[in-house]
C-alpha cells in the first residue's frame, strides 16, 4: 500500500513538471489578451515522450545550428556540480567542527546573530556582498575578488562558493548545537563523566556517534537547500552552469520544450549525485576518523 | 520571570512602524510617485555645469534618486503597502486553511495509529527545486506587460502563494496534533465526552497558539523571500513593464522586491539607488526575526535539562 502511495506521489510530481514546463508555451499575454490552452499540453507532452524513443527530443536548435542536447549539457552539469559539491562538503566540515566542537552555551547573541544571517534570503546576501566589494573598490581601488565572471575562461569562484555555503552552514549550525545540547544532557554521558574519561574520548566516542545520524537525516534537506540557493547564486554571479539554460537559451534561442524539460530533469541527477557524494564522503570519514 | 522580552518589544515596535508605513506611507512621501527631479544647472566657476539625475542622497533627496529622477523614499513609502499587506495576508490564509486542516484530519484519525517516524523516501522530483520555480514557469509570460490589472494579477500570484505554503503548515500542525493527542487531559476529555470540537476548543488551539505564531512569522518571512527572488527574475509583484532603449523591467507597484529587482543592474555604478531599497527589505526581515525569537524566547519551556559537559 505505501509502495502504491509512493509510486502514485512519484507519477504526479513528475507529470506536475512536464506540464509546468508546458506552461509558457500555452499561458502567455497576446494582443491586449490573455490566452491559455491547456488542451495542448498533453499533446506536446506525448510529443515529447515519443521523441525520447525516436531520438528527437535529445537535440535542440541554437539559432539555425541543431545541436545534439546532452553533450552541450554536460559541461553544465559538471560546473553546476563542481559548485555545489564543494561547497557542500565545506558546510559538513565546518558545520562539524562548529557545531559540536566549539559549541558554548553562553554565547547567546552569536546564536541569535547567525539565526539571523540564517534567514537572510540568498539574493540579498549576493546582492550586499557585490555591492560591499564594488563600495570598496570605488574607495581604495583595490579589486578584492571577482563580483561576477564577465566570461567562460574566467569564472569568479570564491563569492560564489562562500555564498552558496553560507546559508546552509548556519542552519546546519544550529541544528547540530541543538542536538548536541540534547546528548549532552542524557545519562550516559554523565555516567562517562563519572568514569573520569576524558572530555576528548566522551567527544569522539559519545557524542560525534550520536548527532551523526540526525546529521544525515537531515542530509537530504540540506542539499535541497543549496540546490535552490544554487539556482540564485548562480544567475545573480553569471556563472556557468545548468540555471544558464534554463532562464538564458529560452531568452536567446526561444523556449524549447525538450530543452527546458531535460534540464529540469538533469537538475534532479544533480540533486542524487550530489546527495550520493556527500554520503559517500561522510562514510569515508567515519571509516578512517572514529572507527580508526 | 519578570524580564522583559527585548526581542519581542523591540520587534512589535518595529513592525508597527512599518505597518504605518504601509498605510500612511504615500501622505508622508516629499514627492508624488510620478515625480521627476528636474536637470538642474550649477555655478561654478568654469561656468554652469548640467547635473542630471540619478542624484545621490542630499537633502532634497533623502535617499537619492533613480536615474530617471525619481525619489527612492517616495518610491518606498508608495511601494511598502503592497509588500507588507501581500506578505501578511498570504501568510495568514496559510496559516489558516493549513492549520485548520491540520487540526481537522488529526482529530479524524486515531492517534494510536500515528507512525512514530516515517522512514518512507522523502525525495521526489521537487525535491532541488526552490517554490519560486513554480511560480517562475506560471509566470513567466503574464506578468511582463501583463494584459491584466495589477489587482488581479496580485490576487493570482498571492493565490498561488498561498496554495504552495499551505501544505507545509498542514503537515506542521498536523503532527504537532497527533503529539497533543497522546496528552492524558486529551483522553480524559474524551472519555467524559467531549466531542471534536469541543476538544478542539478547549485543548488543542490553547496549546497551539504560540505554536501557531510562530509558524505564522516564519510564514511572513518565506513569502517575503519569495516575492523577492521573483523579483530577482523580473517577475515583479503586481507586474512588470518594460522601458525600451536600452531594455529594463520595472515595477509597476513600486513593490520593494520589486525595486530591488529593477534597481539590480544599477550596482556598479550608483550604489545607493539598490542600497536603500535593500535595507528597507532587511529591515523588515529583521523586524519579523525579532518577533519570532521573542515569541521563541517566551514560549521557551523551563524544564529544558542542563547540559552537564
Known sequence: MSYLKFFVIQAASIILLFFLAALPLYLYNMDGRLIFQPLEIPNEIANFIIGLFTGESYFYMQGDRRRFLLSDLSSFFLSSYFYLSISLLIVIILSFILGIWFWKKSEKWVYSALGFIGIIPDFILVLLLQLLITYIYKKTGVKVLKVASLSMDDPAIFLPIFTLSILPLFYLIRTLNDKTYEVLTEDYILTAKAKGLTKRYIYLNHVISNVLPFLKADLYKIVGISLSNLFIIEYLYNTRGLTEILFEYPNNFGYQYNLVVITLLSFFVLYIVTLLTIILFIFLVERIFING | ?309
Open chain 2, 1 to 309: 520571570m519578570g524580564r522583559l522580552n527585548v526581542k519581542l518589544i523591540i520587534g512589535l515596535i518595529m513592525i508597527s512602524f512599518f505597518l504605518l508605513i504601509a498605510v500612511f506611507g504615500p501622505i508622508f512621501a516629499p514627492y508624488k510617485v510620478d515625480e521627476l527631479a528636474e536637470v538642474k544647472y550649477n555655478s561654478t566657476e568654469e561656468g554652469r555645469t548640467l547635473s542630471a539625475p540619478p542624484f545621490p542622497p542630499s537633502k532634497e533627496h533623502l535617499f537619492g534618486t533613480d536615474q530617471w529622477g525619481y525619489d527612492i523614499l517616495t518610491l518606498l513609502l508608495y511601494g511598502a503597502k503592497y509588500t507588507i499587506f501581500t506578505v501578511i495576508i498570504v501568510a495568514l490564509l496559510r496559516v489558516i486553511i493549513g492549520g485548520s486542516l491540520g487540526i481537522f484530519v488529526a482529530l479524524n484519525q486515531n492517534s494510536l495509529n500515528f507512525p512514530a517516524k516515517s522512514a518512507k523516501l522523502k525525495i521526489n522530483i521537487f525535491s532541488g527545486f526552490p517554490v519560486f520555480i513554480i511560480l517562475y514557469f506560471i509566470l513567466i509570460r503574464i506578468n511582463i506587460e501583463p494584459v491584466l490589472s495589477p489587482l488581479t494579477l496580485s490576487a493570482i500570484v498571492g493565490t498561488l502563494m498561498v496554495i504552495l505554503g499551505v501544505i507545509g503548515v498542514y503537515e506542521n500542525v498536523y503532527s504537532k496534533t497527533m503529539e497533543l493527542q497522546k496528552k492524558l487531559y486529551i483522553t480524559a476529555s474524551q472519555s467524559l465526552g467531549g466531542n471534536k470540537i469541543h476538544i478542539a476548543k478547549q485543548h488543542i488551539l490553547p496549546s497551539l497558539k504560540s505554536q501557531m505564531y510562530i509558524i505564522f512569522m516564519n510564514e511572513v518571512i518565506q513569502v517575503l523571500h519569495l516575492i523577492g527572488q521573483l523579483g530577482i527574475f523580473n517577475l515583479f509583484f503586481g507586474g512588470t513593464f518594460i522601458r525600451m532603449d536600452p531594455p529594463v523591467f520595472i515595477s509597476i507597484t513600486k513593490e520593494w522586491a520589486g525595486l530591488i529587482g529593477q534597481f539590480r543592474s544599477t550596482i556598479y555604478y550608483y550604489q545607493w539607488i539598490l542600497f536603500f531599497p535593500l535595507i528597507s527589505y532587511l529591515l523588515l526581515l529583521f523586524s519579523l526575526y525579532l518577533v519570532s525569537q521573542g515569541i521563541i524566547q517566551q514560549e521557551k519551556v523551563n524544564q529544558r535539562k542542563n547540559p552537564i559537559l
